[in-house]
């Protein structure tokens, strides 16, 4: 998701977000307006819990193919199609920035 909208984004709405994802330079979020800065935390934190969720979903599926259950994988598949969901969300919050004003 990040790297075909991201790549759309202003130069500096890119290296705000790459802060938020690193962690390392908070002196970058001091840099664009306050609705932009909160978009773009918006964006990370969907974009995050998508992120957990495709991690659950693979790991019930593992567990499903370990003890051979038919019940873990329609588990593992609900939560990989609501991880897509979340997914989809993350990709809807980063279009939105696209076109943002600094």
Known sequence: M???????????TKSTYAALVD??????LQ??????????????????EAALA???A???FDNAERQL???????GCRKAIESWNL???AIQK????MHAKR
């Not at 962690?23 to 970058?28: D, E, L, Q, S, V």
């Not at 259950?69 to 588990?75: I, M, Q, V, W």
């Open 31 to 48: 840099s664009l307006n306050d609705e932009i800065r909160q978009a773009l935390k918006k964006v990370k934190e969907a974009d995050d």
């Open 94 to 97: 980063a279009e939105a920035l």
């Open 2 to 12: 990040r790297q075909t909208i991201g790549e759309s984004w202003h130069s500096e």
């Open 23 to 28: 962690n390392t330079r908070p002196h970058t």
């Open 54 to 56: 495709r991690a659950d």
């Open 69 to 75: 259950s038919t019940r873990l994988a329609r588990e």
């Open 87 to 89: 997914h989809e969300k």
């Open 58 to 60: 693979e790991q019930t």
